[in-house]
């Protein structure tokens, strides 16, 4: 199952409580032993990390289990600026809500705010970024969202759907 990690919690001593965006929607996992030193799965376990995951069904009627996971990209660019951390850390906020949708257009943005840059001009791009990434969002969440129009506009005229508050 190829997913990105879009929210990460150390739980216990060792484990990691992670939610998945993939392609089938969205998937919450333990990662047994992932913060010790030698676990095979720490890197999988990262904010932001692309992998293809290795999921069984544990036991019938029980969640599924990562029993190994293919680190495609760790989107580690990401953390050299604090602002496309926050606004990395906004996008998986905002798509932990929306029930599954956006996997291509979050794995895209993620791999922009990694790979681009630094600049003096990082503003303009990071606005560039939230507006392309937020606008496509709407369209395929179902808005009326026309190029050129603002996203604000657009969602305060939809003010009738409901993003469902986010549980873990």
């Known amino acids: 199952m190829l997913g990105i990690v879009i929210h990460s919690e150390k739980v216990k001593e060792a484990d990691v409580k992670i939610k998945v965006l993939s392609p089938e929607g969205l998937g919450n996992f333990t990662l047994r032993g ?13 904010l932001f990390c ?3 995951f290795n999921v069984i069904e544990h036991k019938a009627g029980l969640p599924y289990k990562i029993i190994g996971a293919n680190v495609i990209d760790t989107h580690h660019g990401i953390t050299k600026d604090i602002n496309r951390y926050y ?3 906004a996008i998986c906020e905002v798509i932990a809500r929306c029930e599954g949708t956006g996997f291509e257009l979050t794995a895209a943005a993620l791999e922009k705010l990694a790979t681009a840059p630094l600049s ?8 560039e970024v939230y507006t ?3 606008t496509e969002l709407l369209k395929e969440l179902g808005y009326d969202v026309e190029d050129g129009q603002d996203i604000n506009t657009a969602y305060l005229r939809h003010l009738d759907i409901r ?4 549980t873990m």
Do not use: E, M
Not at 34 to 45: E, I, P, S, T
């Open 120 to 127: 003096n001009n990082s503003g303009d791009f990071l606005r």
């Open 87 to 89: 606004l990395a850390c």
């Open 34 to 46: 992932a913060q010790k030193a030698v676990a095979k799965l720490k890197a999988a376990g990262g």
């Open 132 to 134: 392309w990434y937020f």
């Open 163 to 166: 993003i469902p508050k986010w």
């Open 50 to 52: 692309l992998a293809d």
